[in-house]
């Protein structure tokens, strides 16, 4: 099919350097006389739209190629599909989360099915990557509301379906990589089996070990190709990842192996930090450091049941602390008001657990930081924002009052205890009701589309019988 040059997709572009752009496009169709170059070439202007952040005119362009031109060739049709799934990934950070992501998954089903593997073995990875990865993000946009997860069991099975379905996408994708070399890509493909088990472990219950046991393996076998001297950034982030694993996989052991597992993602904390400097990537040191915090914590708790907290464990407590402070000097809370609320709420749990068992002013000191630094994370995770978190917040607070009312006002300081676990009640109480309500929702929407199916399926007997 000729491609005119009256069509406005062509003429009339947005910039005269896309148009100037385009226009060369279609001089070169004349002198080629081959529809297959000039198509990619047109798919190539549409990449550089999507880059300049007008993806709606670089998916129009997509859109009239897949349209206008007839019997195109499977690794060319397969190719228009596999960027349109990575323009509605693109779009989904932008608006219409579920909507693009949905569209990205179509379009990279429908690429994976054009390409070939035996023919295109690389582009059919690709695809298989594009859609494991989109399948991730859905996952995480299934049944969350204000940045919580607010699962009904139609939806925890729906989410834990897009994981599996990613993890076999990059296992397919896997296979090929390995078979033809491709050790970085390999080392991504792995980072992204790691981070679908990761998300999975979450929510299988008794199965989140067996899934942390498997991310951890993926991660490591990313390591071998991310090495410290060719790829330090990448080894960096799964270094981080890998701490995240074994970490969760610590809080469902016990003894020495919880020992040892922290242990283990304490080192790779560490090791990711040395490449993660506050001046060349502070965000993500600010991540990492905040993970740091938390494995110490959770390697000093086990003895806080004690009369005295070990030395050991309350200089542990200490650098989780300098940890969450130099994570809160990124974390500010006008640029980054969640992560500066998941921190400040980690770091007022690790002031209360340090300040046990009240017995000074030291420890009067650190209640009194506890209970600011939760007072702040109250100001962004809100009842009406965050219900659970908040929740969780006020609950802590409570233990921070009920500890310093051991030192001092302690009438006054039982009283606020008693207010803030009040609240946390009253937050749960609304969450449990907005579950059941959910639950209550999402069944009578499967009795009706059943209805639904019964009668069309009634319609068609006595159709037949007519």
Not at 274 to 286: G, I, K, M, Q, Y
């Amino acid at each position: 099919m000729a491609i005119e040059m009256s069509s406005p997709w062509i003429a009339g572009p947005v910039g005269a350097a896309a148009g100037a752009a385009l226009a060369w496009i279609a001089s070169e169709y004349r002198t080629r006389k081959t529809y297959r170059n000039v198509l990619l070439l047109l798919a190539k202007s549409a990449d550089d739209f999507a880059g300049a952040g007008d993806v709606d005119k670089a998916l129009s362009i997509y859109d009239q190629i897949l349209t206008d031109v007839p019997r195109l060739e499977p690794a060319v049709r397969g190719e228009i599909r596999f960027r349109q799934g990575l323009s509605r990934y693109g779009s989904s950070f932008e608006g219409a989360r579920e909507k693009n992501l949905q569209m990205a998954v179509s379009a990279f089903e429908d690429a994976i099915s054009l390409f070939k593997p035996q023919r295109h073995p690389i582009e059919h990875a690709r695809a298989q990557n594009g859609l494991g990865i989109s399948l991730i993000r859905l996952s995480e946009t299934v049944g969350t509301a204000g940045g919580e997860a607010v699962l009904s069991g139609r939806e925890g099975e729906e989410k834990v379906q897009n994981l599996k379905r990613a993890i076999s996408a990059f296992e397919a994708a896997l296979k090929i990589y390995a078979a033809e070399g491709r050790g970085q890509e390999e080392a991504q493909t792995e980072n992204n089996i790691g981070d679908a088990y990761l998300l999975l472990s979450k929510i299988e219950g008794p199965e989140a070990a067996e899934d942390l046991r498997k991310a951890i393996d993926a991660y490591e076998a990313a390591l071998q190709f991310r090495t410290a001297e060719a790829h330090p950034e990448d080894r960096a982030e799964t270094q981080t990842s890998l701490g995240r694993a074994w970490m969760a996989l610590a809080e469902l052991e016990e003894g020495e192996m919880r020992e040892a597992h922290l242990e283990k993602a304490v080192i790779n904390l560490k090791a990711a930090l040395e490449v993660r400097t506050l001046d060349s990537h502070p965000l993500e040191r600010a991540e990492t450091q905040t993970l740091l915090g938390q494995a110490l914590v959770l390697g000093s708790e086990p003895q806080v049941s004690r009369a005295e907290i070990l030395s050991s464990d309350r200089e542990g407590l200490k650098k989780a602390i300098e940890a969450y402070e130099e994570a809160l000097c990124v974390r500010i809370r006008k640029a980054h008001p969640e992560e500066y609320a998941e921190t400040k709420t980690l770091l007022g749990r690790a002031l209360v657990i340090l300040s046990a068992p009240a017995k000074g002013p030291e420890d009067g000191a650190n209640l009194k930081r506890a209970i600011g630094a939760f007072e702040e994370a109250l100001a962004i995770r809100t009842l009406k924002e965050a219900p659970a978190k908040y929740a969780e917040i006020q609950n802590n607070l409570g233990v921070a009052y009920r500890s310093l009312s051991k030192l001092e006002d302690r009438e006054g300081n039982l009283e606020r205890s008693i207010l803030a676990y009040e609240e946390a009640l009253r937050a749960r109480a609304g969450g449990a009701r907005r579950g059941e309500e959910k639950e209550k929702v999402e069944e009578e929407k499967v009795e009706e589309e059943t209805s639904e199916e019964g009668a069309e399926g009634s319609r068609g007997e006595w159709d037949e019988g007519r």
